[in-house]
């Protein structure tokens, strides 16, 4: 997806489910409008999420469980190629194939999808199939400015560069085997880190960029180099960055001299 400078929203590549606003059983390689007046966007995992100029959420693709139901008692497991209204008033939206968040304009984190991990913060481990308001009293009523997510596992952003993490967000004992970590139901803050401005997740590996422009690693495969399972100790990669992305096995960075650098797999030529 790209959003052109008239908000614009355009989608290219597979889109057997209606990810780019149509069926198609074959790729297809030429950008196709889906949206005007669009401000943010979040792929997913085959069910996109879009912000407009008027705040309003919108969502088409694959029926996960993270897309929701429209009304009570209609979900039909469909895929949707025509976007539908989700809520209004949101500010940001991250979402993965299990759970979506959604940040309103009142600071309020709402959530749904599935929940066995905990990953929606609602204390219970209760899926929730509509948008329901999350337990973020961690959170001390200080703003979030970044959400992210990945399969059963949130994270969150505050403006003050405080990192909280729940669910299967096995990040926040570096060196612990993630197998031995329970999930969080309810955010937790981070202590082996400050300052952060941005996230990257990938499948077993966790990229944060610090205010101060350093960019730091943590987990497993070719992302921190490290062989096993276990969560490693943080890792100082590089400075002088601004901007971060993440595949599920490489990293991209942006540096302020306008050079991007890449590291990780590169089986498909990702690396550039």
């Known amino acids: 997806f790209y959003i052109a400078c008239d908000g614009t929203l355009y989608g290219w590549g597979d889109s057997e489910v209606g990810q780019i606003g149509l069926f198609s059983k074959t790729p297809v390689i030429e950008p196709m409008p889906i ?27 694959k029926a996960n469980p993270s897309q929701g ?13 025509e976007p539908r209204k989700v809520m209004d008033l949101v500010q940001r939206v991250s979402s993965s194939a299990t759970h979506t968040l959604a940040l309103r304009e009142d600071r309020s984190l709402w959530v ?24 973020i009293a961690a959170l001390q009523s200080k703003p979030i400015v970044k959400l992210a997510t990945k399969n059963r596992a949130s994270f969150a952003i505050t403006e003050d560069g405080d990192l909280y993490v729940w ?39 966790m ?15 070719p992302v921190t180099l490290a ?29 302020k001299d306008g050079s991007l650098w890449s590291w990780g797999d590169n089986e498909a030529g990702q690396l550039g």
Not at 69 to 81: A, D, F, K, V
Not at 229 to 250: C, F, Q, Y
């Open 112 to 135: 749904w999808g599935k929940n066995d991990s905990g990953a929606l913060a609602t204390g219970p481990n209760i899926a929730q199939k509509r948008p329901y308001k999350a337990d």
């Open 167 to 205: 669910g299967y967000a096995n990040a926040t004992l570096p060196g612990k085997d993630s197998a031995a970590l329970p999930p969080k139901t309810l955010p937790v803050k981070v202590d082996f880190i400050d300052q952060v401005a941005d996230i990257a997740l990938g499948d077993n590996s």
């Open 69 to 81: 139901e429209e009304m009570p008692g209609e979900e039909t497991g469909e895929p949707i190629n």
């Open 227 to 255: 062989t096993d399972a276990s969560w490693t100790n943080p890792v100082h990669l590089m400075d002088g960055v601004v901007e971060i992305a993440s595949g599920p096995r490489h990293v991209l960075a942006l540096k």
């Open 207 to 221: 990229l944060l960029l610090k205010k101060d422009g350093s960019v730091w690693a943590y987990g497993a495969g």
């Open 35 to 61: 949206l005007t007046d669009i401000k943010a966007v979040s792929p997913g995992y085959d069910t996109p999420f879009a912000i407009d100029t008027a705040a309003t959420l919108w969502t088409w693709g």
